[in-house]
């Protein structure tokens, strides 16, 4: 089978391949084997039994991380076609010593600790037969390189064979040659014999060029790995399997002698590591996850895994049943007819069996009927998959993990695979127990759950979009610092630097999320730092971001039963220093500092709105004739706080027609007139539609216009009126045909009608431009 030592066979594999793997499984069976040694962390060893486990059910993955610093956590995913998996399952059940013996990732982290990659491609994971990273440039030899850069041969060995046997796609090539095949004999010499041939054309290249020896990340864990072999024929074992990526066989048919590999060991840099088991997902082992070692369809190959015979049919029977499910046309006859095309397809191309193209095309010209959104179902849903595995209880884990599985299984609330919306009703206790605890994960930055809109404010039940990922098991990791429980540590975190630097917005956002988190000892903290920090504030900016949400909290606390009303006095000092503090700090501002302002102004308003308070009521409206009363004050904010007060009822229709005519006068600055129309419409064309006194009043300014002001102002007006809803437009629309509608009509504007000196015809050009400001052309 290879050049290795008599007692050592070396089986070069795909990291994730059902073909693979049932070919390894009928390899180890009739080698018989006393010792099977796998590429992968050495720290995992003590996890192997659990690989063997019932409550271990792939996909899963062994977790190693630096004991002080989980966030640099390395994954090795097992999928249950995972070769890896059926070696260690084979070793366990054939009472054969097993161990994993890539070099440990003590040294690994050690050698990364100052430039660790990010995502789920772990150090030297993407560095095997399997491994699917693109090849630098075209992937032709001889081209220039950088020398951190890997040989163009060694980042895609796969690509390259897949050319060299005529094919332009190397999964195709993969799945045809391995994972489709029928008899496996030979398998393994021949990818030893393609990866010795690709390894020998590399190194002539890298002597040719004068890069020198390799001392990349590959030579330390070849170095490492043959010494675990020396070991273990060394302990006497007389056959030992070897089971590896199979760009590394090359290297490990000879294992020559030690002290060569003992001297590129010395001296490493060690790190302390921990290991475990946590769930993986089947799009987590996709190449578009970012996963190094990721496969095209996961779905796909657990089906070929599954379903040794006629794959086929049992595929376009799934996607079939998958279509009926969503209410799409699938019949019987249908699934027959798109099979014998795909069987077709693939005699047409030569091929021994469809593959998964072959199917895909069949399905969507006979069951999607041409359409690809039946069949981009067909991919996410059966392709890749929704499937979450799971570990055994007694893996190990930190008592903050332990204590997260604990409450989901108390409130059966268990995770899973696919993207899920739900609703949860707060007069239930099993679902107020529910949104606690999304809401103390979310502090612990293990946003399980994503908070979705509801309508209406404060109400009894709340929209989530649950999407558990891997990586959470890793924050769960690193959160268990601050406690062992997910209450306690999310109190932790929650109060651990409130105050220091957090100004008042930022611990009324803590408060927040305390109190919908049901922490009373966080809201009993924050609740004091945010009185200090009120006690205080003078910033209307600051207060203006801290008022809404304090509001919110005081009005709808109950609601979780948090007892929230203490929060009020807080409220109405942080109110009094606002309407005392927003007049002279809305004084010229320029366009940006007034939109921020208005921004915080309507908070304010709303806050004001939910909490029902008589007594602030009158003074805001007191405020907001101070501010469209003052010139000083950016047209933006007076012409809102001007519509505010018409809808208070603090002032009629003729009052603020009358305020309307001062703002549009002849003059006023034609940017200033725009922003205070801009800031009356904000948000409702109410009083457009219906108050014709200022309908005329801005037709009136519109008609003073002269051509270069028109031009000047018309983005301004155009951006107040984008916001309006279609019907809204229309209706406005219509009006303004009836400006040019005659006589008959009886509804031309009386600012047109006014005076001696209008010019109607000239007035009558502006109709076209006035209904593409207003969406009616």
Not at 199 to 217: K, L, N, Q
Not at 299 to 310: E, P
Not at 367 to 379: D, K, N, S, W, Y
Not at 437 to 464: C, D, F, M, Q
Request: hydrophobic share 45%; net charge negative.
């Amino acid at each position: 089978m290879n050049d290795a030592p008599a007692p050592v066979k070396l089986f070069g594999v795909r990291h994730h391949g059902p073909g693979c793997a049932r070919a390894l499984g009928a390899a180890l069976h009739e080698y018989q084997p006393d010792a099977v040694l796998i590429e992968g962390p050495p720290e995992a060893n003590d996890l192997i039994p659990l690989l063997a486990d019932p409550a271990f059910i792939p996909p899963a993955a062994i977790l190693v991380h630096p004991a002080d610093d989980p966030s640099k956590a390395a994954f090795f995913p097992l999928a249950e076609y995972s070769p890896e998996l059926t070696a260690a399952r084979w070793a366990l059940s054939h009472n054969a010593e097993v161990e994993f013996i890539d070099l440990p990732m003590t040294h690994q982290f050690g050698l990364e600790e100052a430039d660790t990659p990010e995502g789920d491609v772990l150090p030297g994971e993407d560095e095997d037969l399997p491994e699917d990273a693109p090849p630098n440039g075209d992937g032709e030899a001889g081209e220039p390189r950088e020398r951190s850069q890997p040989h163009p041969i060694r980042a895609d060995p796969l690509g390259w064979l897949a050319r060299a046997a005529g094919y332009d796609d190397r999964e195709r090539w993969w799945e045809q040659q391995v994972e489709q095949r029928q008899n496996a004999a030979g398998l393994f010499d021949a990818i030893a014999e393609a990866m010795t041939e690709l390894r020998t054309a590399a190194e002539v290249e890298i002597a040719a060029v004068g890069d020198g020896p390799d001392e990349s990340r590959d030579a330390l864990r070849e170095a490492h790995m043959r010494r675990r072999l020396r070991a273990a024929v060394k302990a006497g074992r007389h056959k030992i399997a070897v089971v590896c990526g199979a760009w590394h066989v090359p290297a490990l048919a000879d294992l020559g002698p030690d002290k060569p590999d003992r001297e590129l060991l010395k001296g490493l840099p060690k790190v302390k590591t921990a290991a475990t088991l946590c769930p993986w997902t089947n799009d987590r082992l996709t190449h578009a996850s970012g996963y190094g070692a990721g496969i095209e369809s996961p779905g796909w190959y657990g089906h070929l895994w599954q379903n040794v015979n006629q794959p086929a049919i049992g595929w376009v029977t799934r996607a079939a049943r998958l279509l009926r499910e969503e209410g799409q046309d699938a019949s019987s006859a249908g699934v027959i007819e798109a099979v014998r095309l795909a069987d077709a397809l693939a005699a047409l191309r030569g091929f021994c069996a469809p593959g998964l193209s072959e199917l895909s095309q069949a399905i969507l010209g006979v069951l999607c009927h041409g359409e690809p959104a039946p069949l981009a179902l067909i991919r996410c849903k059966l392709e890749v998959g929704d499937a979450l595995g799971s570990v055994p209880p007694d893996a190990p884990a930190v008592p903050l993990q332990k204590d997260l599985e604990a409450t989901q299984k108390r409130l059966r609330f268990k995770p899973t695979g696919e993207k899920k919306p739900i609703t949860l009703d707060l007069r239930k206790e099993t679902d107020l127990e529910r949104s606690r605890l999304l809401h103390r994960l979310t502090i612990l930055g293990v946003p399980w759950g994503v908070r979705g809109y509801e309508s209406g404010t404060g109400t009894y039940k709340e929209a989530w979009t649950l999407d558990w990922r891997p990586e959470f098991a890793v924050r769960v990791i690193e959160a268990n610092r601050y406690g062992g429980t997910v209450p306690a540590a999310a109190s932790s975190k929650l109060t651990e630097h409130a105050g220091g630097n957090d100004g008042l917005a930022d611990l009324v956002k803590r408060l927040d999320a305390a109190l919908l988190a049901d922490l009373p000892g966080a809201v009993g903290l924050l609740v004091g730092r945010v009185r200090d920090a009120a006690a205080v504030a003078a910033d209307a900016a600051g207060l203006a971001a801290a008022i809404p949400p304090l509001a919110r909290v005081a009005r709808y606390g109950d609601v979780r039963g948090t007892g929230a009303q203490e929060l009020l006095p807080v409220l109405r000092g942080m109110l009094e220093r606002y309407f005392v503090g927003l007049p002279p700090a809305c004084r010229s501002l320029d366009d940006e500092a007034a939109a921020a302002a208005l921004a915080g102004a309507e908070g304010v308003h709303t806050a004001l709105k939910t909490l029902e308070l008589t007594e602030e009521a009158e003074t805001w409206r007191g405020v907001l004739f101070a501010l469209t009363n003052t010139e000083e004050v950016h047209g933006l904010l007076r012409g809102w706080a001007a519509r505010t007060l018409l809808e208070e009822r603090a002032i009629d229709a003729d009052e603020l027609a009358r305020r309307a005519r001062l703002a549009l006068a002849a003059a006023s600055e034609p940017a200033a007139a725009a922003a205070w129309v801009e800031g009356l419409l904000k948000g409702s064309a109410k009083v457009l539609l219906y108050e014709d006194a200022v309908w005329a009043a801005l037709d009136g300014w519109l008609g003073t216009l002269d051509d270069e002001r028109f031009l000047e102002v018309l983005p301004l007006l155009r951006r107040s009126f984008a916001h309006f809803s279609h019907p809204e437009r229309r209706e406005m629309g219509a009006r303004v045909k009836n400006l040019a509608g005659g006589g008959a009509s009886g509804a031309r504007s009386k600012s047109l009608a006014a005076g001696p000196a209008v010019d109607e015809e000239r007035a009558r050009r502006v109709i076209p431009v006035l209904k593409l400001i207003l969406g009616a052309a």
